[in-house]
């Protein structure tokens, strides 16, 4: 027996790992490989994730703020109009009772108001005075009354969207410091795929280059057209050189396909040669067992991982959300994701010893799970109408009305299912 066959039969007999100790295993070694921080533009800061708490640079609001358009009064009325405060300018203070100064809403209250009587509330007297009753709660917003400087408003992990960049400009911010993007490659392997036109004759259509790079997206990387690579040649020269130019500049590399060990399936002695260490090689999940994820560290520290996902296109979306996403979340600094539980409208079978990975519709306002239909290992047709996977753990099958843990699907960018 040849030392790669030797290689070979001792990796085939290694146990799958779980699936629930696969998705914690290589989340942790994302975290300790965790992108460097680094200071980004609030323009530039979309789709990062926050390198540390989000804390506001002065109380919020700074100063006494006006909720309303009326007249900031002092002591009983009616008052004597002195003036007019208009939001951006600092104004004097109100020194006399009986006296008011029109406000607009977000104006800086003035010192000595004793209350703000809303403008559609007020009347003007003969002589030109205000006269009305304010209400007896307060108008205006104290400072401090949203949050106070240097109070932890988002802890370090979470993800950047526009609400955090509105949230951080309020705060005072004009950068913010984040982990950056994980850059990611694709590498296509299979001589039987086209990468156009209609299937026929013996060779399939590649549905995985198209698609894999657009999960990856919506997981938090940046995939560049050159960046996905393929079909790559079925020769272990070919595989190992393919692969060795996608790791200079990723950060993680999936490659479809040649996940186990036929005659035309490189990707295992391309790992050996290259030097990776395997995180996981292989899960008790149906579909999609014969996934893996590889590390490489170089001399210099840094690490970069390779994600094999099985060529059935559903299977490699299984291997996604099971390793590539918990892996990008370590990788980004985020929490590891928690899965939520719904409810099965239907019967789910189970899958013996392996967790099964069942595709759903999911009804977030009834909180209920549906099967959907064409969910075999190579088809996308009922990945297409699905929302995640109900997981249905070892031994046990899926009864209607049980809960389960789903695993959403990233169905648009930046979304925060993971």
Excluded: K
């Amino acid at each position: 027996m040849s030392t790669e066959t030797a290689a070979a039969a001792e990796v085939v007999a290694l146990p799958p790992a779980g699936w629930e100790e696969a998705r914690s295993r290589v989340y942790a070694v994302g975290l300790a490989a965790a992108l460097p921080a680094v200071s980004r533009p609030l323009a530039d800061a979309d789709g990062h994730t926050l390198a540390e708490p989000l804390t506001p640079r002065t109380d919020l609001p700074a100063f006494p703020t006006s909720s309303v358009d009326g007249w900031a009064v002092r002591g009983d009325g009616p008052w004597q109009v002195v003036g007019r405060v208009l939001a951006g300018h600092t104004p004097p203070p109100l020194e006399a009772d009986g006296t008011t100064v029109e406000i607009a809403t977000g104006a800086m209250v003035p010192e000595g108001t004793t209350a703000i009587l809303r403008i559609e509330e007020s009347t003007r007297t003969a002589d030109g005075r205000v006269a009305g009753t304010p209400r007896p709660a307060p108008e205006w917003r104290e400072p401090g009354e949203e949050a106070y400087a240097g109070e932890e408003l988002l802890p370090a992990g979470t993800p950047v969207d526009p609400a955090v960049l509105g949230l951080a400009a309020s705060c005072g911010h004009d950068t913010l410091r984040v982990r950056r993007r994980p850059r990611a490659a694709l590498l296509v392997f299979g001589d039987e795929l086209l990468t156009s036109g209609p299937p026929g004759a013996g060779r399939v259509r590649d549905a995985l280059g198209p698609s894999v790079p657009a999960w990856l997206r919506r997981y938090g990387c940046q995939v560049r057209p050159a960046d996905v690579v393929g079909p790559v040649a079925d020769t272990l020269p070919a595989h190992v050189a393919a692969l060795r130019a996608a790791l200079a500049d990723a950060d993680l590399v999936c490659t479809t396909g040649g996940t186990m060990h036929g005659p035309v399936d490189h990707l295992h002695p391309t790992l050996e040669a290259l030097g990776a260490d395997y995180v996981v090689n292989t899960v008790a999940v149906r579909p999609g067992f014969p996934m893996l994820l590889a590390r490489l560290v170089d001399d210099d520290g840094r690490v970069r991982f390779v994600a094999g996902l099985p060529g059935n296109p559903q299977s490699a979306v299984v291997a996604l959300v099971s390793l590539v996403a918990p892996l990008l979340a370590g990788l980004q600094g985020r929490p590891m994701p928690v899965l939520p539980q719904v409810t099965l409208a239907e019967p789910v079978p189970g899958r013996g010893d392996y967790t099964h990975l069942a595709l759903v519709r999911w009804d977030r306002v009834a909180g209920t799970a549906h099967p959907v239909r064409h969910v075999g290992s190579a088809m996308l047709r009922g990945l297409s109408g699905a929302d995640g996977f109900a997981v249905i753990r070892p031994g046990t099958s899926g009864a209607a009305g049980d809960r389960v843990p789903v695993v959403p699907l990233p169905l648009t960018p930046g979304e925060r299912s993971w």
